[in-house]
């Protein structure tokens, strides 16, 4: 297979779309293996489905018999309540714990400010989740299709030691976040995706930064992120790229994502839009350069 990298120049506004031009050839990206993913530790069950005109599930109703009144036996009718908790951890993160006992294997969507992303509860309907947080009065928000929702608040600290950047996309956009520590290149220490990573011990012990993978991306139209997280005491230089491989599922198509970065008022999206080349380009990749501004920090003392 033929592989080609493109470069498209930044959008001269927030909703210009981006024209890709050929570029230097790179090899081709392995498969993501042994990616620490945020989300629950369960297995991710089928996904299941119910209307507005199905009643939300519940236990058996007690026969109505005289039997039955005369010794006051009755079945209570299962707590269908949904439950959102946010815990701080290490590095600014905050561990989410959603409670939803009536909403086995569902699609649920978070919120924390402009960052959105699509999980699937387990069997039991719950679901575990590490999220940056991009501030340090942080709030989040849990909803299911049909409107129920939950909400939850954390105090975190040492949000402001982080400089963090984020991609969001919806489906199989096939757009990726890289991050290139201290002048590293492509494939070596320091060139830090989704294929490799990290994690918060790695920015906790001052080493580099970190990614965190957000969304399942089995689900159908789920809305999915990365987060790249840099401590600001590792010091030197990160340089920031989006990438968007040319696939089955996109080839041919409009491809629309969102970088958040930190500004003056907090976390905004910096929209991007491009017209991915024909199936006959499949594996081939598209580069976005110049949309991120390179971090350069002062040495830690």
Known sequence: MHWARFSAPAPAEEEAGLAPAPQLAKPAEQPAVGVTRSASVL?????????????????????????????????????????????????????????????????????????????VTNNEGGLVVDVPALAANASFEASFPLGERATALALVPGVDDFNRTALTWEGTGGVALHAFENGAEFGTEGH????????????TAGEGGFITLLGSADAPRARMAEVYSYPLAAGGSVSLTVEAEVTAANCGREVQAKVLRKGADGFAPHALSVTMPGCEAEGE?????????????????
């Open 285 to 301: 990749f598209l580069v976005f350069s110049g949309i991120l501004p390179e971090i350069r920090l002062a040495s830690a003392e």
């Open 192 to 203: 830090v995706d989704a294929s490799a990573p990290a994690g918060p011990s790695r920015a």
């Open 43 to 119: 297995p991710m069950p089928a996904l299941q489905s119910r209307t507005p005109s199905e009643p939300m599930p519940e236990a058996a109703a007690a026969p109505a018999t005289g039997d039955a009144t005369a010794t006051g036996e009755t079945e209570t009718a299962q707590d269908c309540t949904v439950s959102l908790s946010a815990k701080p951890q290490p590095a600014a993160m905050v561990r989410l714990a959603l409670t939803a006992p009536c909403n086995p294997g569902e699609l649920v969507t978070f919120t924390h400010g402009p960052l959105t992303f699509t999980e």
